[in-house]
């Protein structure tokens, strides 16, 4: 069916396609019907290989600011009889221009005659002797000084019939001429007058020498007009085509008017083969604007240049981007060597050759590169090349780095950490702490090889991610920090430890914002603290949380923090979990507010031991918690029983070791008030948790899914937990697909399966708080925390998508995939989480998802060249689109 809107053209409605040109004035031509420019024209950087003729009233002035007093003169030579009234005019044409022979026509000089003397005749007897009458006067010859100048033969034949001592020759400036004595003034001595030689010792301009580079050298010396002419003789021999030889001339032209003072370029592009110079000299003009002298590039560095790839495209990349580098000051030997690294690399995209540098470096640095990279068997060349120049001393610290005994993985790692700091953005910033980084390399670097194989790589690893914290710390600390950090970083890659756990931002919080006396004293912690700590860090969700509830402890209440660690690990990491829970602002903005009750703000070690007992028991009280007073020391308190002094001592000091994990309680307590202060449904629906947490840490901005989650909490307090089912935006996607079946796609399968012999049942998820958990089940980036927490939420609204859990007998959830209905009906199929699934649970996952298709009786969207989804957003704000399934 047609269109009911008029449709334009396409090509009525496409925008013009706008050049850029850029012009440069070649020369300044006489001919007879007047004066003409050439340019040359660069278009959207392509030097143009024709040169371009345009009348000088056209000109740009631009070009040249003189064009129109320029053609006022020579329209005062056109129709002349006082040779002296326009000699000023005929010589400042002469010198801002040089004749086109190709144009001249052949003008015959002025013959200057004798007039007659009048005849007598029968009417005048006497000739007009004696009476009034006079004879006219002879007419004065009209000179066309134009055409003259237009054409060196009749200007020199001028020249040889001119007094010169009535009217002398002028020099560009108006002012008289000295010639060589007895040197015949002509067009050629005039013009190569800095030779002081005779015209017959002159070498003969190749007319398109005149026409293209004689303006250009009209005042240059006589070592400079021979050099441009013999590299002129050279470029003309070598192309035996006229149109080759032609457009090579004419690149040449635009050179000279570009850098006049400078031959070096045109002598280089000469050692090149044919079709490379016009590469050279383009590339020369565009990045350098023709200047390039023979201390930037020597002959043997272009020719080394040249030999190192016969690719076109790759030879002008180079070149462009050494010239370029050279324009910021970067030696072209250094430019040189990552041309040679990107060839190493095996790079075949040359879109993102990464050759271009800012800062100098004048160390030899392709040979340790390439022997980091073999090492680490990456391809990390460039970067690496890069590195060098911005890090000042990097070449060195590679140097003294003992590569052959790191494992491939470690030496990765090394190569990564040297990357991180190309990430800082203030370069004074990360000059200084680059300076910190080199002071205590070496410490690290042999701490490093008293460990081999997973310990080495563990190091390495906490190096890392020690070192991706840098931008975070004070400049002045740093050292201070990597020296406490060290030791404690070598004891947890030692074998007791997992060679595969490396504590995320978990450990680095605590080593870089606990305070100083407290972080001395991280590495005499006992090992069952690090080995529970280990035990926490086992997913990397965990650990994020982990990570973001430390954070806000050491800031904001170091020293509950400290006891913790120090008297109740596992309390510790429970109430971390919960805090880091809450949204940035929100964890710190709480902290603030509780570090100012009671439990946190009282001075516990200047209370005598049992009054400290005795508030803890009020406070227990006040809370609603379990009392972690012994019960006899609590019937003492309320004088029921009598204790001995010692006995007292005994269970005060034993409350006391308790008090860490009892404020860590209380702090809970108070991170789940503050949680369900707005809906108080955690009491009435104890499954509520999870979503509650959820919430807790969506950003307040409205893409984040925040609203959607608390209307949907609130309908189920109501008794409602399916109404975002029936919602007005859901039903109306189900009626615009009405080739999806609502009750089969809300239903789904049961399909009970064995994969590596256990049995499992893939369904989908119907328990909404259960779809919540899609990212914490698996640990993804939609768990709590999680980077796209948001998107558990637009799972759970939206009507065109569902959840696939794989469950064992115990009901735990082993596997998960996000499957959709796109926008033409058909079954879109997410990746499988966890990414570590084995190959028979994706095969398991596979076979489902054929069914579901066949049940629904729609089509699976496969990922092919030029194919396209689109997954809508319904009653969410916004999903993250993971992208479809990669099988593999």
Not at 164 to 169: E, G, R
Not at 198 to 206: D, S
Not at 426 to 435: G, L
Not at 851 to 870: F, K, P, T, V
Request: net charge negative.
């Amino acid at each position: 069916m047609s269109s009911s809107k008029p449709v334009k053209d396409r090509a009525a409605v496409q925008p013009p396609v706008l050049q850029t040109v850029k012009s440069i004035l070649i020369s300044l031509l006489r001919q007879p019907q007047g004066i003409v420019a050439l340019l040359s024209d660069e278009v959207n950087g392509v030097v143009q290989p024709a040169l371009r003729q345009v009348e000088l009233a056209a000109l740009d002035v631009r070009l040249f600011p003189q064009a129109h007093s320029l053609l006022a003169d020579w329209f005062r030579l056109q129709a002349t009889t006082d040779l002296r009234s326009v000699w000023p005019a005929f010589w400042r044409v002469f010198w801002m221009t040089v004749p086109d022979a190709g144009n001249a026509s052949v003008v015959a000089l002025p013959q200057a005659r004798v007039p007659r003397k009048p005849v007598a005749t029968a009417a005048h007897p006497r000739a007009f002797r004696g009476t009034k009458y006079q004879p006219p006067k002879p007419a004065q010859p009209v000179l066309d000084l134009c055409h003259w100048l237009a054409d060196a033969r009749l200007l020199d034949a001028f020249f040889a019939r001119h007094d010169f001592t009535a009217l002398p020759v002028l020099d560009a400036e108006g002012q008289v001429m000295s010639l060589a004595a007895g040197l015949i003034p002509s067009s050629a001595t005039l013009y190569l007058h800095h030779w002081n030689r005779p015209a017959q010792e002159l070498p003969v301009l190749p007319e398109a020498f005149r026409r293209c580079l004689l303006w250009q050298l009209r005042a240059c010396s006589a070592d400079l007009q021979l050099a441009w002419l013999q590299i002129w003789h050279q470029y003309g021999g070598m192309h035996a085509d006229d149109i080759a030889r032609s457009q090579k001339l004419a690149v040449l032209a635009r050179l000279c008017a570009m850098n006049t003072d400078h031959t070096h370029a045109a002598e280089l592009a000469l050692l090149l083969p044919e079709n490379r110079q016009t590469i050279f000299l383009t590339v020369v003009m565009r990045e350098v604007q023709g200047s390039l002298s023979p201390q930037q590039m020597t002959a043997d560095q272009l020719m080394r240049l040249h030999d190192l790839t016969e690719d076109n495209a790759r030879f002008e990349l180079y070149l462009r981007k050494i010239l370029c580098n050279l324009s910021r000051q970067v030696n072209v030997e250094y430019s040189m060597t990552g041309c040679l690294l990107f060839e190493m690399s095996g790079a075949t995209d040359l879109r993102y050759s990464g050759l271009t540098v800012f800062h100098d470096c004048t160390e030899e640095v392709a040979d340790i590169i390439n022997l980091a990279c073999e090492r680490a068997g990456v391809r990390m060349h460039l970067s690496l090349w890069r590195s060098c120049c911005e890090l000042p001393g990097l070449a060195s610290l590679m140097r003294e780095t003992s590569w052959h005994e790191l494992t491939a993985q470690t030496a990765d790692t090394l190569i990564n950490v040297i990357g991180l700091f190309n990430w800082m953005d203030d370069d004074a910033d990360k000059s200084r702490k680059w300076r910190e980084y080199m002071m205590v390399y070496s410490s690290f670097h042999a701490l490093l090889l008293q460990h081999q194989a997973g310990p080495q790589e563990k190091l390495a690893s906490l190096w890392y991610l020690l070192t991706e914290s840098f931008g975070t710390q004070e400049t002045g600390s740093l050292k201070a920090v990597i020296e406490d950090a060290l030791p404690l970083m070598a004891m947890l890659s030692q074998e007791a430890y997992s060679c595969h756990i490396t504590y995320g931002c978990a450990l680095t919080n605590l080593i870089n914002y606990l305070p100083a006396e407290m972080r001395s004293g991280l590495r005499d912690l006992n090992g069952q603290f690090w080995s529970l700590f280990e035990r926490a860090c086992r997913r990397e969700d965990n650990t994020r949380l982990l990570a973001f509830g430390i954070f806000a402890m050491a800031e904001l209440a170091p020293a509950l923090l400290w006891q913790g660690m120090q008297l109740a690990a596992p309390r510790l990491f429970h109430t971390l979990s919960l805090l880091g829970s809450l949204h940035y602002e929100r964890r710190l903005q709480f902290m603030r507010g509780q570090i100012l009750e009671e439990y946190l703000a009282c001075d516990w070690a200047a209370l005598a031991p049992l009054a400290a007992c005795q508030k803890i028991l009020s406070l227990s009280e006040q809370y609603g918690l379990d009392s972690p007073l012994p019960r006899r020391l609590r019937l003492y308190i309320e004088s029921k029983i009598a204790l001995t002094d010692a006995q007292v001592q005994r269970h005060c000091a034993l409350t006391l070791r308790r008090l860490p994990a009892f404020r860590l309680r209380v702090l809970e307590l108070a991170i789940w008030q503050d949680m369900d202060r707005a809906l108080q449904i955690r009491g009435q629906v104890p499954s509520a948790a999870h979503a509650l947490r959820l919430l807790a840490g969506l950003d307040r901005d409205p893409r984040y899914n925040r609203k959607g989650l608390q209307s949907f909490l609130r309908e189920v307090k109501a008794g409602k937990p399916d109404s975002y089912r029936h919602h007005p935006l859901n039903l109306a996607w189900h009626a615009a697909h009405p080739l999806v079946d609502k009750d089969r796609w809300e239903a789904g399968l049961h399909k009970d399966i064995k994969v590596d012999g256990k049995s499992l049942r893939l369904t989908f998820e119907q328990d909404p708080f259960e779809i919540l958990k899609l990212g914490t089940y698996a640990g993804s980036c939609l768990s709590i925390g999680g980077f796209c927490s948001y998107s558990a939420v637009a799972c759970l609204l939206d009507a065109n998508k569902r959840v696939i859990y794989a469950r064992n007998e115990e009901g735990r959830v082993i596997a998960r995939q996000l499957v959709a209905i796109d926008e033409k009906d058909r079954l879109f199929c997410c990746e499988i989480y966890p990414s570590q699934c084995s190959p028979a649970m994706k095969a398991a996952f596979k076979s489902y998802d054929h069914e579901l298709a066949e049940m629904l009786d729609i089509e699976m969207y496969r990922e092919e060249e030029g194919s396209s989804y689109e997954v809508a957003t319904i009653l969410a704000e916004c999903w993250w689109d993971d992208g479809p399934w990669q099988e593999e």
